[in-house]
């Protein structure tokens, strides 16, 4: 277990013993010596020459090299994108303690004036935050080269410029995709026939939001009837028991865009829309191309005709970002979030990035996408496990994680024939 963040190192083997240097150096016979000796002065003399031969290729690969910078830039994307990365080390290293028993217990002596299941509540949240921090922690051991080393190895100051790099990059990656989900809503939803009125600006927020009809409905809880005039009269004037904001069961994240107030998972995060983001983050621009929206999926009144569709593109492409942030062909609950968050974020008409817009808390939100699936038991678990398995055949289908039952299958009708015949 890592050791508490307020050091970020822990007690690591001392050098070898004087005795074991002398019996290896024993073990070196002259010859070997020799051989060694002028094996060092001959690199030595070329690399003092500037032989490309010897100094070239470690400066290419050096070259080649992921900067700090650059590899933080999945961080939002798969491990947090709201945790700065001290908070994260710090809240996992506390949910160690807690799970040995060792953590200073949460005191809610001070609020007297709430029941016990409130308090229970808060308890409950402060455990959740942990593990969510503990989870974090654990991805940025696999994500980041040499993570774990560091954070036990460095001091706290030369931890701060590290820090500080990984969250550059995690900022960059956010806002260039929040440029390029902003530009590619705007195409997606104007190819609709009819086009929305008026149609979307590829390189500006303003006119989107609630007041804006194809991003209200969007927007809009699915317990609202946003097709009824008075309904979205009230929704824009903000009146009493017409709260916009005032769940996460929204109209945008749902196959059709069609909710049920009688089984709020029927359809959700199965919104062709929330796909088509998610690949054109995690893919490719030209994948999520290759998809479309039907005319009928956002409900106008006009009569639906077919949306057109794009041909995917042969042309060879770059490494795409999930094969970089090695996701081995599996969707995660913490990517689908981070697409939640910069599909309703392009939605709305804010001017910049903020944890919360127009009472609507991103930041709520990204951590009830995240614990819908992580924190889910019984048979909500396994519908929760359903519906990862349904995004990793819509975003990888060609995948090899996505063939592998057939070689279990295979595994064990091998077995079951080898079994026979020894019987």
């Known amino acids: 277990m890592p050791t508490p963040s307020s050091?970020?190192?822990?007690?690591?083997?001392?050098?070898l013993s004087s005795s074991a240097s002398v019996n290896s150096s024993r073990g070196d016979t002259d010859a070997e010596q020799q051989c060694f000796k002028r094996l060092y002065l001959t690199l030595k003399a070329q690399v003092d020459a500037g032989d490309e031969s010897v100094v070239g290729k470690k400066r290419k690969s050096c070259a080649g090299?992921?900067?700090?910078?650059?590899?933080?830039?999945?961080?939002?994307?798969?491990v947090s994108l709201f945790s700065n990365i001290r908070s994260i080390i710090q809240e996992a290293d506390r949910h160690d303690l807690r799970a040995l028993g060792l953590a200073q217990e949460l005191d809610l002596e001070e609020f007297v004036d709430l029941s016990a299941e409130a308090k229970g509540d808060i308890l409950k949240g402060f455990e959740d935050f942990q593990a969510r921090a503990y989870a974090s922690r654990e991805i940025l051991f696999?994500?980041?080269?040499?993570?774990?080393?560091?954070?036990?190895?460095?001091?706290?100051?030369?931890?701060?410029d590290y820090f500080k790099q990984l969250e550059k990059g995690a900022s960059?990656?956010?806002g260039d995709d929040i440029y390029a989900i902003r530009s590619q809503l705007a195409t997606w939803l104007n190819r609709l026939d009819p086009p929305p009125t008026p149609l979307l600006d590829p390189e500006d927020r303003t006119n989107r939001g609630i007041q804006h009809d194809l991003c209200g409905l969007l927007l809009c809880p699915i317990e609202f009837d946003w097709k009824d005039?008075?309904?979205?009269?009230?929704?824009?004037?903000?009146e009493p028991?017409?709260?916009?904001?005032?769940?996460f069961f929204i109209r945008a994240l749902y196959k059709s865009f069609k909710g049920s107030m009688d089984d709020y998972e029927l359809g959700f995060l199965q919104s062709s829309l929330l796909v088509m983001a998610y690949k054109h983050i995690f893919t490719s621009p030209t994948s999520a191309k290759a998809d479309s929206i039907a005319l009928s999926d956002v409900e106008n009144e006009e009569p639906a005709s077919k949306s057109r569709k794009v041909v995917k593109s042969k042309k060879a492409i770059r490494k795409d970002v999930a094969s970089s942030l090695q996701m081995n062909g599996k969707v995660?609950?913490?990517s689908i979030a981070y697409a939640v968050i910069q599909l309703f974020f392009n939605l709305w008409d804010?001017?910049?990035?903020?944890?919360?817009?127009?009472?609507?808390d991103f930041h709520a939100c990204y951590y009830f996408i995240i614990d819908y699936f992580d924190t889910a038991r019984g048979n909500a678990k396994e519908r929760a496990q359903a519906l990862l398995e349904w995004w990793n055949k819509e975003v990888f289908p060609n995948s090899v994680a996505q063939v592998h039952p057939s070689k279990s299958t295979s595994y064990r009708a091998l077995e079951a024939q080898r079994a026979a015949r020894e019987g």
Do not use: M
Request: proline share 8%; glycine share 6%; net charge positive.
């Open 7 to 15: 050091d970020y190192r822990s007690s690591s083997p001392g050098p």
């Open 65 to 78: 090299a992921a900067t700090t910078t650059k590899l933080g830039r999945g961080i939002p994307k798969v």
């Open 142 to 160: 696999r994500l980041i080269p040499n993570f774990e080393h560091k954070i036990q190895e460095e001091t706290p100051e030369k931890l701060v």
């Open 172 to 174: 960059d990656a956010r």
């Open 229 to 238: 005039e008075s309904v979205r009269a009230k929704l824009r004037a903000c």
């Open 241 to 247: 028991g017409y709260d916009i904001t005032s769940s």
């Open 332 to 334: 995660s609950s913490r």
């Open 350 to 360: 804010t001017t910049s990035w903020c944890p919360a817009y127009s009472g609507f």
